[in-house]
């Protein structure tokens, strides 16, 4: 179990989880790469910082051959700053399948021999469509950890053939929120990161996320037979003990309806035997080390009480607080900068812009509040008789800057999906005209290499954080329309 330890070693050394990410055409052999990652990790670093991206490698022969990315990801520590000394390092080496490894599962119906449900999709782990993916999930709790240790429970219990009779667990985690929390894509990054911790393990990883809607047959009394059908396919994933599979049932209401209403007559008797279909089919499943059902929904009222009474986690995965959304959007900035649309600029963490707001003097100007540096307070600054800004003084105001912004976000009560496009609404509604970067053929070399030329000027950070404040202020207008 040395990949999943999460407690701190009996010898004091605290786990660092070390993800290795390998070429496509990568020759060298797993476990070689993994020495010469930890050989490297050693005799080149004093302190491990977490999260980071390592940096040094390509000067190692074998890892430029060999290796994409070394990312430093999570330790149980709860210092971000580890000496070498201590830490104990978990190295995961994965070689993502293609962006386009994946396929649709067809079930074909009984009533007609033509007829199939396109019933979910299957996708090969890791995939690097979802490379990425948990790094850029942001909630108030901890709940990517929480989810991590319930695994690890799972795993150590499996591992000691625990009486199922005594001590009982069903391998399904619930989670349930507003609309455009995370949910989903919380439990396909949760799927791509268990494919890379346990790949020791488990060599091969698939993710299936069921089709809920397509279940229920034209056919009456059918759809209880296509979800029998469509966990046989399952069953045979899970037959084959070096998979991992991970299933998904988004909105998960469309197939757990409760079954009250088709008991009372007020719902069809075919939702019944739905229910009662998948419910059978995860008590069969529970018996399986290999195999770990999510389902998610926005409409938790809706779910049958007998499925919720089977979830091991019950997780609400709420709309994120001013914090989370200041991580979201610094986020957001952090890449508009590296791709070079917005001027270079230190972004500060979450806990410096948190030290700057406690300590700031900025004047109100226009209506802003005091601490909170304006564009007018920034111009001023900016064309002060040095004609040179200081970088810190720059990223601080930018820090409050995005502070404010974070409140005014938080306090209309976007999600997270909508956080993430509002940099993209931004410019297109206010940063048209101001947008000075040269248009670039794809042809340019640094352009083929994902990064445009800076030879242009990006636009600076003060203007986009006027453009994001009258993006929220326009979306809170339009959803008061909407509401009246």
């Not at 007609?112 to 396109?118: A, C, D, F, N, P």
């Not at 499943?285 to 779910?303: D, E, G, P, W």
């Not at 794809?442 to 990064?451: C, F, I, L």
Request: glycine share 6%; with cysteine.
């Amino acid at each position: 179990m040395g990949t999943l330890d999460l407690q701190q070693g009996s010898s004091g050394q605290w786990p660092v989880h070390v993800e290795v990410r390998v070429k496509q055409d990568a020759t060298a052999r797993f476990d070689t790469i993994r020495s010469s990652v930890s050989q490297f990790i050693r005799s080149s670093s004093s302190h491990i910082y977490l999260p980071s991206v390592l940096q040094g490698w390509e000067e190692v022969p074998l890892l430029a051959n060999s290796i994409e990315r070394i990312a430093a990801s999570e330790s149980p520590c709860p210092s971000t700053s580890l000496p070498i000394e201590q830490v104990s390092l978990q190295i995961h080496v994965y070689q993502p399948a293609h962006s386009d490894a994946f396929d649709e599962l067809a079930i074909g119906s009984s009533k007609s021999e033509g007829e199939e449900v396109m019933a979910a999709s299957v996708c090969e782990l890791p995939s690097l469509n979802w490379e990425g993916l948990w790094e850029s999930l942001i909630y108030a709790d901890d709940i990517k950890s929480k989810l991590l240790d319930y695994i690890y429970a799972t795993v150590v219990f499996s591992d000691a053939d625990v009486d199922f009779n005594v001590v009982s667990w069903n391998r399904v985690v619930l989670l349930h929120g507003p609309p455009g929390t995370g949910k989903t894509s919380l439990c396909r990054a949760l799927a791509q990161k268990l494919s890379i911790r346990l790949a020791d393990r488990y060599p091969h990883s698939r993710l299936l996320e069921i089709n809920s809607h397509s279940l229920f047959s034209r056919w009456f009394s059918e759809s209880g037979k296509l979800v029998q059908r469509l966990f046989g396919n399952v069953t045979e994933m899970v037959e084959d003990e070096d998979t991992f599979v991970v299933v998904l049932i988004d909105e998960v209401e469309s197939l757990t309806s409760a079954r009250a209403g088709a008991m009372a007559g007020t719902e069809p008797s075919d939702a019944l035997r739905v229910v009662n279909a998948l419910l059978t089919q995860l008590d069969k499943l529970k018996h399986r080390k290999n195999v770990l059902v999510m389902s998610t929904s926005n409409l938790a009222k809706a779910i049958d009480s007998a499925f919720v009474d089977r979830a091991d986690i019950i997780q609400y995965v709420d709309l994120p607080p001013r914090d989370a959304v200041y991580e979201i959007l610094r986020s957001c900035l952090a890449e508009l900068v590296t791709k070079g649309i917005i001027s270079e600029i230190e972004v500060p963490s979450l806990t410096q812009a948190i030290l700057y707001e406690r300590t700031a003097t900025f004047p109100s100007v226009n209506g802003t509040s005091p601490g909170v540096p304006s564009l007018n307070a920034f111009s001023a600054l900016n064309s002060s008789s040095t004609n040179v800004i200081d970088h810190r003084e720059k990223s601080k105001m930018a820090g409050l800057r995005l502070l404010s912004l974070a409140e005014k976000c938080r306090a209309q009560g976007m999600s997270g999906r909508s956080l993430r496009r509002l940099p993209v609404l931004s410019h297109a509604g206010y940063m048209g005209a101001m947008a000075t970067l040269p248009f670039v053929s794809r042809t340019d070399s640094q352009y083929a290499n994902g990064k445009p030329p800076r030879g242009g000027a990006a636009t600076d950070v003060m203007l986009w954080l006027d453009a994001m404040d009258k993006v929220v202020e326009g979306q809170a207008k339009e959803r008061g329309r909407l509401n009246q």
